[in-house]
C-alpha cells in the first residue's frame, strides 16, 4: 500500500530536478552590442565612435536597397547597391576598423525606411530570381567591403509573407552555405503587416537567423520600463528561441530612452539570464552627444556598468 505514496514522491522530486535543471540551461547573458552606422549621411566614422574592448562588436551599416540611383529610385528585383555613407565608411576603413579593434565586425542591413522621397518596398519579380540577384549582388558588395554579417530591415512590402519568407530564407541559408557570411539579423517592430511578414519568416528559416534587432523604438514614446520589459516578453515569445535583443534610438524615436530608466530594464533582464544584447539606432544620430550611451551600454554589457 505505501508502494504508490513513494511513486508519487519519486516523480514529484524528479519533476524539481528536471525543473531546476532548466532553470540552470537558461541561455546566457551576452556581451554583444550592435550600432547602425551611415544613413543619415552625418559624416559619422568607424573611429568617432568609443568601443569597449571586452564588448563584442558590430557595425551595422545602413543601407544596402535594392533599388536603382536616389535621384529616380526604382525598385531592382534583388540588384543591390549601396545607400550609407560610403565615403566615410569605404572598404579600407572596414579593414582598418577590424585590425585596430579583434572584437569588431561589420555588417550591412538591407532595405530601411526609405529611399530618395518614398518607402524601400521589398518588391520582387519572383523568388527564384530575386535570390539570383541578391546571392550574386551582395557577394560582391560584401567581399568588395570585407564584410562579415547581414541584417534584414525591410519595412514595406509589396509581397506576401511567404514569398518574403522564402527570398529572405534561400538568401540567407545560401551566403552561409557559401561561407560569405557568418551571422545574419532580422530587424522587425509591433506592426501587424511587418510583423506578418518577419514571423513567416522566422517560423521557416528562423534556424538560420542569429540575432533578432528588434525595434522597440518604435514603441510610443514615454514607454515605461514595466511596460518595456512586458514588450520584451511579448516579442521573445514571438521570436520563440531566438535572441532579441534590446533597443532604444538616440534620435526622436519613441520606446524606452536610457534617461528614462533603459539601463534599469537592462540591468533587470540582466539578472534574469535575458539581456542577449543591445543595439541602437543611430551613430549618426549620437555624434551630437558625444556617444555617451554606447559607452554606458557597452559598459553594463562588459559587466563595468
Request: charge should be neutral; aromatic fraction near 14%; charged fraction near 20%.
Amino acid at each position: 500500500m505505501e508502494l504508490p505514496k513513494l511513486f508519487i514522491t519519486l516523480l514529484i522530486i524528479e519533476a524539481l530536478f528536471i525543473s531546476q535543471i532548466q532553470v540552470l540551461a537558461a541561455p546566457p547573458n551576452s556581451n554583444l552590442f550592435r550600432e547602425y552606422i551611415g544613413a543619415e549621411f552625418k559624416n559619422v566614422k568607424f573611429t568617432d565612435v568609443p568601443i569597449n574592448p571586452n564588448a563584442e562588436f558590430h557595425f551595422i551599416l545602413s543601407f544596402a536597397i535594392d533599388y536603382d540611383t536616389l535621384s529616380s529610385p526604382s525598385p531592382n528585383n534583388g540588384k543591390f547597391n549601396i545607400f550609407w555613407d560610403s565615403a566615410n565608411l569605404s572598404p579600407s576603413q572596414v579593414s582598418s576598423i577590424k585590425i585596430a579593434h579583434s572584437n569588431v565586425k561589420v555588417a550591412l542591413s538591407l532595405g530601411g525606411d526609405s529611399v530618395g522621397d518614398g518607402f524601400a518596398y521589398f518588391s520582387p519579380s519572383s523568388v527564384d530570381s530575386w535570390v539570383s540577384n541578391a546571392v550574386s549582388s551582395l557577394t560582391r558588395i560584401i567581399k568588395q567591403y570585407h564584410l562579415d554579417g547581414i541584417d534584414i530591415d525591410y519595412e514595406h512590402f509589396k509581397a506576401d509573407p511567404d514569398t518574403f519568407a522564402e527570398c529572405i530564407g534561400k538568401l540567407i541559408t545560401t551566403l552561409k552555405r557559401n561561407k560569405v557570411i557568418s551571422f545574419a539579423s532580422i530587424a522587425p517592430f509591433d506592426n501587424d503587416q511587418v510583423q506578418k511578414q518577419y514571423l513567416a519568416l522566422w517560423r521557416k528559416y528562423g534556424h538560420q537567423i542569429d540575432y533578432v534587432n528588434f525595434q522597440f523604438y518604435a514603441y510610443d514614446k514615454g514607454t515605461t520600463v514595466p511596460q518595456f520589459l512586458e514588450y520584451f516578453k511579448t516579442q521573445s515569445s514571438n521570436y520563440n528561441g531566438g535572441k532579441v535583443l534590446v533597443s532604444f534610438g538616440t534620435d526622436a524615436s519613441g520606446g524606452l530612452k536610457p534617461d528614462k530608466g533603459f539601463f534599469k530594464a537592462c540591468e533587470k533582464l540582466k539578472s534574469q539570464q535575458q539581456l542577449h544584447g543591445i543595439f541602437i539606432w543611430s551613430a549618426d544620430d549620437s555624434k551630437a552627444n558625444g556617444f555617451r550611451y554606447e559607452k554606458e551600454a557597452q559598459g553594463l554589457l562588459a559587466g563595468r556598468h
